[in-house]
């Protein structure tokens, strides 16, 4: 038994480093397939989600009914310090942003034929408010917690598949109703959370 711990130290930088090189994905962040099926409207916040820098983003307004909602994808890959899809510094809003939680609280929505578990946030500006849908995809499944998260991440970088994951935030406005908000993002998920899923999908599976 000595002898097996022995070598396994032994071997375990050579492991190590050949487990980092065949998780390095050197292509990049391909995101073009995004096949949404709402029409494409102007932007109606100037809301930005103070993450660190991701290596591709995708943020569009769309609008199909009485309420528009923007979907933002933030993707990220090789992952590092300085740049890293869970950590502390990855905020809906940073400390000067002129938008600021106001309320937060868990949900889960059913969509694209599954439960999805969600971070519903109230935001706000003066007397605007954005309503704020978030979660994380990583390795194929969703998740809202860091811990769940970093699990993920480990399990797909002990199958070689390298440390791809994103956030996922949608945002409406809040006029009278947080009902019809939820509304507005609801019919959105049903219609577009497949599209969303598969362009996702197919980014990571570019290894």
Request: glycine share 8%.
């Amino acid at each position: 038994m000595v002898a097996g711990v022995l070598a396994l130290c032994a071997l375990w930088p050579a492991l190590a480093a050949y487990g980092e090189r065949a998780n390095h994905n050197p292509a990049p962040v391909e995101l073009g397939q995004l096949a949404i099926g709402w029409p494409q409207t102007g932007e109606f916040a100037d809301w930005k989600p103070d993450y660190m820098r991701p290596d591709a983003v995708v943020h569009r307004s769309y609008q199909r009914g009485a309420a528009p909602v923007a979907l933002t994808l933030l993707y990220y890959r090789n992952q590092d310090r300085s740049k890293s899809l869970i950590s502390s510094i990855n905020h809906l809003a940073g400390y000067k942003d002129p938008w600021h939680p106001t309320a937060a609280a868990q949900r889960t929505e059913t969509a694209g034929g599954r439960a999805l578990a969600l971070q519903e946030t109230v935001l706000r500006r003066g007397d605007r408010a954005l309503l704020v849908w978030s979660w994380m995809r990583i390795g194929g499944h969703d998740t809202t917690t860091s811990y769940a998260g970093k699990l993920l991440q480990a399990r797909s970088k002990l199958l070689l598949r390298g440390d791809d994951g994103a956030a996922l935030m949608l945002s409406t406005p809040i006029d009278d109703s947080p009902d019809a908000a939820r509304a507005a993002l609801r019919a959105f998920l049903a219609d577009n959370l497949q599209a969303v899923d598969q362009a996702l999908d197919a980014a990571a599976q570019k290894h």
